[in-house]
């Protein structure tokens, strides 16, 4: 096997060789076993929740595979609004704009499928490594990769990776899942090179006066955050933003920025919206209700198809009413009250 320089022993940070069906450090000697020709970078999960969560995803990944549209969904389809379903992937689309500066690698830490990573590889001509705990998950990214993206199975708060390895760092949807994310976060900094960026996605602790938490009280716990969502998200791992701003600030991170989202009125029209196009959506094929893209690729193996009229000018208007909703959402960002937000800064 051929492994890119990048690659070390999440253990102790040494060097790998290959012995018989296995990765072994030459430094503490712990191996990691090849499973169709993908290493495994972590050992027997001992920790109930993040075994739990890994158990639980890899069985989605298995009936997710099983999709017919599978190689749409992940090669061209992902980041318009079916799957991104609203105004959120117009704020990511923003940040990644002031964010990427020039050609480079970027690791997706949480890659899942790996076509978030192929779309903004597409679009910002970038190279992309991908790390997902789940091997059902990488053995999807990797057979349907038309940017031929390197994909590894391991855990985020170990990563496989050297120091100063990545131009960019991001990590959607994910932190939320982890036993410790202030370790992840902290991993994520550490194989970020010098004057690299780092952009991350989630949940939020402080949720007072939010869309959810306002279901929450009306339904007593039967709509929100909480409902269908028990066996993924556990709110006391939530993190505070701002703690976790300070935090990074001293590890060695610089120009933090937080982006509180889905506070009341984007999460309330995000989630219409959603039930509005899953409405109108049913029965029809996948090529019938398949949505405009935000994110324009230079590769054709990756560009989405022509758009019908209505998609166009749904895309045209979310971009429209983005700024609106951000600016109305003002009272709750200033609290620091909100569904989610987005982290970004640069390793000094």
């Known amino acids: 096997m051929n492994l890119p320089a990048y690659l070390i022993s999440p253990c102790c940070k040494g060097k790998l ?107 910002y001509d970038l190279k992309g490594v991908g790390l997902d705990i789940s091997i059902e998950a990488i053995k999807i990214a990797r057979f349907y990769n038309p940017l031929v993206n390197q994909y590894w199975v391991g855990d985020a708060e170990s990563l496989p990776f050297r120091d100063n390895s990545f131009d960019l760092v991001i990590s959607l949807d994910t932190l939320e899942h982890l036993s410790s994310p202030l370790t992840a976060l902290e991993e994520m900094v550490r194989v970020l090179k010098p004057g690299g960026k780092l952009l991350v996605y989630t949940l939020n602790k402080r949720q007072l006066f939010t869309w959810h938490w306002f279901l929450r009280l009306i339904t007593f716990r039967k709509l929100g955050v909480d409902k269908g969502h028990l066996d993924d998200h556990d709110p006391e791992k939530f993190l505070n933003a701002r703690e976790v701003k300070k935090s990074l600030e001293t590890k060695g991170m610089a120009k933090l920025k937080i982006t509180y989202f889905d506070t009341f009125f984007t999460l309330a029209f995000n989630e219409l919206l959603y039930l509005i196009l899953q409405y109108r959506g049913k029965g029809k094929s996948e090529s019938e209700n398949s949505p405009s893209c935000v994110f324009k690729s230079k590769n054709p193996q990756l560009a989405v198809p022509s758009p019908s009229l209505k998609w166009k000018l749904l895309n045209r208007t979310l971009n429209i009413l983005y700024p609106l909703f951000y600016l109305i959402d003002t009272p709750f960002r200033l609290i620091g009250a909100s569904n989610g937000f987005f982290l970004q800064g640069v390793k000094r």
């Open 17 to 123: 060789k290959e012995e018989e069906g296995s990765l072994v450090c030459e430094n503490c000697g712990n191996s990691f076993h090849i499973e169709n020709d993908i290493p495994i970078f972590h050992k027997e999960i001992a920790d109930p929740w993040k075994r739990h969560q890994k158990e639980a995803y890899d069985q989605f990944m298995r009936e997710f595979s099983l999709n017919p549209s599978l190689p749409q969904i992940v090669a061209t389809d992902n980041w318009g609004l079916k799957i991104a379903g609203n105004l959120k992937v117009i704020a990511l689309r923003n940040l990644l704009d002031a964010l990427v500066e020039k050609k480079g690698t970027v690791l997706d830490v949480g890659c899942g499928r790996g076509e978030i990573l192929n779309k903004i590889c597409a679009h």
